[in-house]
């Protein structure tokens, strides 16, 4: 169990006039140890973050081996499993941060988007430490979570910037102008990213989750092996298309099978990985340009693969950009990036009220 080693107990002051002191103070101040809370999918992760770009300790507890044997992510028995680690994973982030609560100074939560169950472990977990701690709450977009990862990955990253948000739900390229003021400039129009390599890893025989399975077959195979063109992914604006070459590879597999040939799947997945890679590359190169800002960076769980990160890297540099991304370890859904965002909502608004609840569809405040 969490104890606090505080000597007079804030449960004995009066929750909203304690907390709202003590945002003043961290706003002020602009120092924040911040213990952050991430459960909106299939991963159970708490992180001590200081100041935003520091971590002082990132745990995540992966259900995927549960979910594998259903194909997919089962929300019932997510939230479950939610319920059964958010006190150990918590526990064990403060512990490897060395820190008692009594040394953190807020709280910051996902509250969505995400799956209902799972975000609402990971919030009532958090509003009860806030109540008992008399800790400021603040919660965090999920998205708004993957952005920030790149915070931490380079200490020097400052809006505005370009950022590509590449994972399981989303495919979105965004004018990241200030640390809380994010346009979107284009999205997926059907597939996102991570689901279109899911999808085709599924059609590929590979096990859930596709993205790394069908990364490592790519290595094998030849990427210009087949053609996945997109011709709505030719055009100047930045919204983007991928079932297209979902289905296409589907096709390619159904052919083969009627006419009883043998066609090599790790051609397939290197010639899918290219052209899904190529089309992200750019379009982000498209943003930049359209925008005059002059770094791009990634997040979400597909900013993992090599490939992509390889080519947005070397076309960036070629155009005279900067580009960032986080390491492997701050791609996936975890806290760190959610204490990293969780911070500048510190510095920028005022802590969430008690009454908060799970927003399972909620978009960027400023989108
Ligand atoms: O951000 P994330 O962990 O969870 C969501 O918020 O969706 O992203 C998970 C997605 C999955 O679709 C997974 O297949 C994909 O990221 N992914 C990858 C790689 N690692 C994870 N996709 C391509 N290559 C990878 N190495
Ligand atoms: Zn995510």
Same mark, same amino acid.
């Given at each position: 169990m969490i104890s606090s080693v505080r000597t007079?107990? *804030? +449960?004995?002051?009066p929750y909203d006039e304690v907390v709202a002191e003590r945002a003043a103070t961290l706003r002020e101040s602009g120092e924040a140890v911040v213990l952050a809370i991430e459960s909106s999918c299939d991963e159970t992760a708490a992180s001590v973050v200081k100041n935003?770009?520091? !971590?002082?300790s990132n745990v995540v507890s992966s259900q995927i081996d549960t979910h594998r044997l259903y194909g997919g992510v089962v929300p019932e028995i997510a939230s479950r499993l939610h319920g059964e680690q958010i006190e150990i994973v918590v526990s064990e982030a403060l512990m490897q941060a060395d820190c +008692?609560?009594?040394? !953190?100074d807020a709280i910051a939560v996902t509250n $969505?988007? $995400?799956?209902v169950g799972c975000l609402l472990v990971g919030l009532s977990y958090a509003k009860g430490l806030s109540f008992t701690e008399r800790l400021p709450l603040y919660l965090v977009q999920h998205i708004e979570g993957h952005i920030a990862s790149n915070y931490i990955a380079d200490p020097n990253l400052k809006p505005p910037f370009i950022a590509l948000v590449a994972s399981g739900g989303h495919s979105h390229i965004y004018a990241v102008d200030d640390y809380q003021t994010i346009r979107l400039l284009g999205a997926t129009r059907d597939d996102a990213a991570g689901e279109a390599f899911d999808k085709a890893a599924r059609a590929l025989?590979?096990?859930?989750?596709g993205g790394p399975a069908l990364e490592a077959l790519a290595e094998?195979?030849? *990427?210009? +092996? %087949?053609p996945f063109h997109s /011709? %709505?992914?030719?055009? /100047?604006?930045?919204d983007l298309s991928f079932s297209g070459m979902k289905t296409a590879l589907l096709n390619h597999i159904h052919n083969a099978e009627q006419r009883q040939e043998t066609i090599s799947y790790a051609d397939l997945a290197a010639s899918f990985q290219s052209a899904l890679v190529q089309t992200l590359t750019k379009k982000c190169l498209l943003a930049c340009q359209q925008s005059g800002y002059s770094t791009l960076t990634l997040a979400g769980?597909? +900013? /993992?693969n090599k490939a992509l990160r390889q080519s947005l890297q070397s076309s960036a540099e070629a155009a005279g950009l900067r580009f960032v991304c986080p390491p492997p370890s701050l791609? $996936?859904?975890? /806290?760190a990036m959610i204490g990293a965002a969780g911070y500048y909502a510190l510095l920028q608004s005022e802590p969430a009220t008690l009454s908060s609840n799970a927003q399972p569809g909620r978009r960027l405040a400023s989108q």
């Open positions: 007079e107990h *804030p +449960a004995q002051c935003g770009r520091q !971590i002082l +008692a609560l009594s040394g !953190i $969505g988007p $995400g799956l025989g590979l096990s859930y989750p094998k195979g030849n *990427p210009q +092996a %087949f /011709a %709505f992914n030719d055009s /100047a604006q930045l769980g597909v +900013a /993992a791609c $996936g859904d975890n /806290a």
